[in-house]
């Protein structure tokens, strides 16, 4: 088996900015350098913790939303969590591509888990599945810009999905928390 001869330019830390956390990684020759794995698959880590929060949170939303907008939302949420199950998947997996196990090190997963208790009221679950998806689009939307610049397009592929659905999932909320506004 072929060893990594290259090494990427700003290989010695992920954006997520915890150098080293990825470990070694698995040898392989596809034209990405090693730095460059470690790094992205330290990125797509950071995602991976964030959307399968987010799903739990929109799965235990879906079965808890009461009030005006329960039919609408539980359904809305089904297909969310659904897709977000999906989407875990895909990440996790284009981390091992990158030689990278999952997650990595000692690390608590998923650590944006944060249930309340008692559950909040409908609009302030829409609300926090909005800035849950936002905070989400604000971390892939750099990584699909590196992703290019390096050339692992697969990776960029599997961001610029990501942050379609998201983009798209935040905006039904968005429209949700608007129009329930408008009622006042
Ligand atoms: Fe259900």
Not at 14 to 26: F, I, L, V, Y
Request: aromatic share 6%; net charge negative.
């Amino acid at each position: 088996m072929c060893a990594d001869k290259s090494s990427g330019k700003n290989g010695d830390k992920n954006k997520t900015g915890k150098p080293g956390k990825m470990g070694k990684s698995e040898q392989m020759d596809t034209g990405l350098s090693a730095d460059v794995r470690a790094r992205f698959a330290g990125d797509l880590g950071g995602v991976l913790d964030d959307a399968y929060s987010l799903m739990v949170h929109t799965h235990v939303y879906h079965w808890n939303v009461r009030g005006r907008l329960f039919e609408p939302l539980h359904k809305l949420l089904q297909e969310h969590y659904e897709a977000l199950f999906e989407a875990v998947d895909e990440i996790a997996e284009r981390v091992r591509q990158l030689g990278h196990q999952v997650p990595a090190g000692d690390v608590k997963f998923p650590s944006g888990l944060n249930i309340p208790v008692p559950m909040p009221g409908e609009e302030t679950m829409v609300a926090d599945l909005l800035n849950r998806h936002e905070a989400v689009v604000r971390k892939l939307r750099p990584l699909s810009a590196d992703a290019d610049e390096e050339r692992d397009f697969v990776t960029q592929d599997l961001v610029n999905k990501l942050l379609a659905f998201h983009e798209k999932a935040a905006w039904m909320l968005r429209s949700i928390i608007n129009r329930a506004n408008e009622r006042g």
